[in-house]
């Protein structure tokens, strides 16, 4: 049974910076994407990055680009999403997935993302 297990989400001000980390319980080599999405209140869910084997090629949508990296620890089993200049508009719960496709296959409890004007 693979689990994904989100840390690092929390409240912080306009301006600020968060880690947010993917801890997974299996090897992810085997995955060929892995990425952050994010819900807000009353919206659907939706892909914030995504960074896929084979070229290590990593996408972003539009909202964040320049402002959040994915990153993946291969030995560590973890994905990271390190964001930078927050906006409220980017408050929301963020999930972690994984997947052996584009499409994920697996995915984490979720992490609050809470930044205040």
């Known amino acids: 049974q693979v689990q994904l297990v989100e840390s690092g989400g929390g409240l912080v001000q306009a301006g600020g910076s968060l880690r947010l980390s993917c801890a997974a319980s299996?090897?992810?080599?085997?995955?060929?994407?892995m990425g952050w999405y994010r819900q807000a209140p009353g919206k659907q869910r939706e892909l914030v990055a995504r960074?896929?084997?084979?070229?290590?090629?990593?996408i972003y949508a539009d909202s964040v680009k320049g402002r959040f990296t994915i990153s993946r620890d291969y030995a560590k089993r973890t994905v990271i999403l390190q964001m930078n200049s927050l906006k409220p508009e980017d408050t929301a719960v963020y999930y972690c997935?994984?997947?052996?496709?584009?499409?994920?296959?697996?995915w984490g409890q979720g992490t609050q993302v809470t930044v205040s004007s």
């Open positions: 997935a994984a997947g052996y496709n584009l499409t994920p296959d697996y």
């Open positions: 299996v090897s992810i080599f085997g995955f060929t994407a």
């Open positions: 960074i896929t084997s084979g070229g290590n090629r990593s």
